[in-house]
């Protein structure tokens, strides 16, 4: 039987790898980026889109996290996963706080954008319900961070976005 100590410990462990990432990053360093998509998931009207299917649209969200993502197995809070490119697998962790119906992506050494944050957040506003997407780091290639972002998460809400319309 497993000391219960050990497995606390490496619990523990797991939620201080999954939050670890600066608080701020150096705007001024060479590698610095930052780039923020918006994208509106629906319009309130009357018998369609309302502010109480936040929750709802969120917990889709989480289909559409990370680039390559099989939308089929949702995320789970702080699980380690590997975005899956082209060039090799990128280790991350996802912290998942619903209440602000956020989450992040952590990357973690040996991603080739470390350090670097991704998070990803329902909201209401403008009468409707968005997903806002604010990436920021300093991890190496700082252009083709902002690119591969940029495009990444744009056709990860255009992939939410029809799905959302397929319920």
């Known amino acids: ?18 939050e670890r990432h600066p608080d701020k990053y150096e705007t001024t360093d060479p590698n610095y980026h930052v780039y923020m998509i918006e ?13 109480e299917m936040a929750p709802r649209f ?4 989480l289909r559409f996290q990370y680039p390559f993502q099989d939308k089929e197995n949702p995320i789970q809070d702080c ?10 697998k990128d280790p991350i962790y996802v ?17 080739r954008f ?8 329902v909201v209401v506003r403008d009468n409707g319900i968005w997903i806002v997407t604010k990436g920021e780091g300093m991890g190496g290639s700082q252009f083709l961070n902002y690119w591969a972002g940029e495009a990444g998460f744009r056709d990860l809400d255009k992939k939410l976005y029809a799905h ?3 319920q």
């Open 114 to 121: 470390h350090p670097g944050v991704v998070l990803r957040k």
């Open 1 to 18: 039987m497993a000391d219960p100590t050990d497995i606390q410990q490496r619990i523990n462990s797991v939620q201080v790898n999954c």
């Open 58 to 61: 969120f917990e889709e969200a």
């Open 95 to 111: 912290a998942i706080d619903r209440t602000s119906l956020e989450a992040k992506n952590i990357t973690q050494p040996g991603h």
């Open 164 to 166: 959302l319309r397929n």
């Open 39 to 51: 994208t509106r998931l629906c319009h309130f009207s009357p018998g369609g889109c309302t502010k």
């Open 79 to 88: 699980g380690q996963y590997f975005i899956d490119a082209k060039y090799g």
